[in-house]
């Protein structure tokens, strides 16, 4: 065995930051930090894509769903946000 230092983290490592991770973003070259959902949310927009786009449902009541999930996990994230600031402050 080689006794050459890991150069980065393990893919268990990587496994367990993308789950425990509330926000991604990736950094694209010319137009910057973009952010990207989470992928339990990437597979509902596939989803509702793959409906639309085999014409189960219309692409409005798609787009519809889609930015009504947008906005669900939105207030969601900042009741939580909320909550959290609430408890340091009391603490």
């Given at each position: 065995m080689s006794d050459t230092p890991k150069t980065g983290p393990s893919h268990r490592d990587t496994v367990e930051r993308v789950r425990h991770a509330e926000r991604f973003a990736v950094n694209l070259p010319i137009i910057g930090r973009v952010g990207i959902p989470p992928p339990e949310h990437l597979a509902f927009y596939a989803?509702?894509?793959t409906l639309a786009a085999l014409e189960i449902i219309e692409w409005p009541?798609?787009?519809?769903?889609?930015?009504?999930?947008?906005?669900a996990a939105e207030e969601h994230h900042r009741t939580g946000?909320?909550?959290g600031d609430a408890l340091k402050r009391t603490s």
């Open positions: 989803a509702l894509g009541v798609a787009v519809i769903i889609a930015a009504g999930h947008v906005l946000q909320e909550i």
